[in-house]
């Protein structure tokens, strides 16, 4: 992952004291890290990089109490909430669960645009591409009918690793990304007809009803709290027999939990319930991990439904 957003102060002191605590913290030293970190935000009261870094510390050192504290105040002092605040406190629950920040998601992504294929391939072993392509074909197998789609849609495009993969299967490529630098990155690849800079339900929405043969979202609904307007969304733009598809993560239980990793962990139970309220039809839904973390691979599924007709 980008290191950690910082956001200067404005007082040279309190900025130097941050980086202080920084360097302690990596050193290991806990406690002292977490007095200096809250000396620099007592000192510059609307510090929002030291507010959050000493939640973060505050909860490594058990004190959720504190860390609750510090994260409300980043949130107080950086509404857009670019550093996150929000989500920290929904898994201390001290918030009830909501959508993630766009701003904080746009600025995580824009800082990891530039090693986002190395991080993500290379250390943590991704494959949604592969699996959600699989997934794709399979429901074709002794239909008589090629895979083969005229106009799609590729949310959360990133750098265009979805695109690359079905690019044999797809005649034109749309691309949204609500991170103009991903946006950057997926450019000059040549894979996509248009690009947007969008969340993906607004990026659907300036396609035309009935306009497209497929809609992928490769890992990228995992940052989406509630998929039915997605899924609305979706079957409107899709003509009669088209395909979405689709990876998120998951858990054991109904609904739908923010995971340890700050990304949303859908049950199958909402997923089914998305799909049938925009009056898709559910293809398939299986177990796919796509991707490992720490060493263990991260529970997923893999979804594919099409519009009736």
């Not at 299967?169 to 996509?192: C, H, N, W």
């Not at 079957?235 to 990793?261: C, K, N, Q, Y």
Request: charged share 25%; hydrophobic share 45%; with cysteine.
């Amino acid at each position: 992952m980008p290191a950690p957003l910082f956001l200067s102060s404005g007082d040279l002191i309190a900025d130097r004291r941050y980086d202080f605590a920084r360097d302690l913290e990596a050193r290991g030293d806990l406690v002292a890290a977490a007095d200096l970190m809250g000396q620099a935000a007592e000192l510059a009261p609307g510090f929002t990089s030291a507010w959050f870094a000493l939640g973060e510390l505050s909860q490594q050192l058990n004190q959720h109490g504190a860390a609750i504290r510090a994260y409300r105040k980043a949130c107080e002092t950086d509404p857009a909430d670019r550093h996150g605040a929000r989500l920290r406190l929904m898994r201390l629950g001290a918030a009830e669960l909501a959508e993630m920040p766009p701003d904080y998601v746009r600025t995580l992504f824009d800082q990891y645009a530039p090693r986002f294929e190395k991080a993500l391939v290379g250390d943590l072993n991704y494959r949604g591409p592969q699996i959600l392509r699989k997934a794709v074909l399979t429901i074709f197998h002794g239909t008589g009918r090629p895979a083969f789609f005229q106009r799609a849609a590729d949310l959360g495009c990133g750098t265009g690793l979805a695109a690359r993969e079905f690019a044999g299967d797809v005649g034109e490529f749309i691309g949204v990304d609500l991170s103009p630098k991903m946006i950057e990155q997926a450019r000059p690849t040549g894979l996509y007809a248009r690009l947007e800079v969008a969340d993906m339900v607004q990026g659907l929405r300036a396609e035309p009803d009935n306009s497209l043969d497929l809609v992928l979202a490769a890992d990228a609904v995992i940052y989406l709290s509630d998929l039915a307007p997605l899924a609305q969304e979706m079957a409107r733009v899709l003509r009669s027999g088209g395909i979405l598809a689709f990876t998120t993560e998951t858990h054991d239980g109904p609904g739908v939990i923010l995971g340890a990793g700050l990304r949303y962990c859908h049950g199958a139970d909402h997923v089914h319930a998305a799909i049938a309220a925009a009056g898709l039809e559910l293809a398939s839904l299986s177990a796919a991990s796509t991707r490992e973390e720490r060493g263990e691979p991260v529970p997923g599924l893999v979804v594919v439904a099409r519009k009736k007709g």
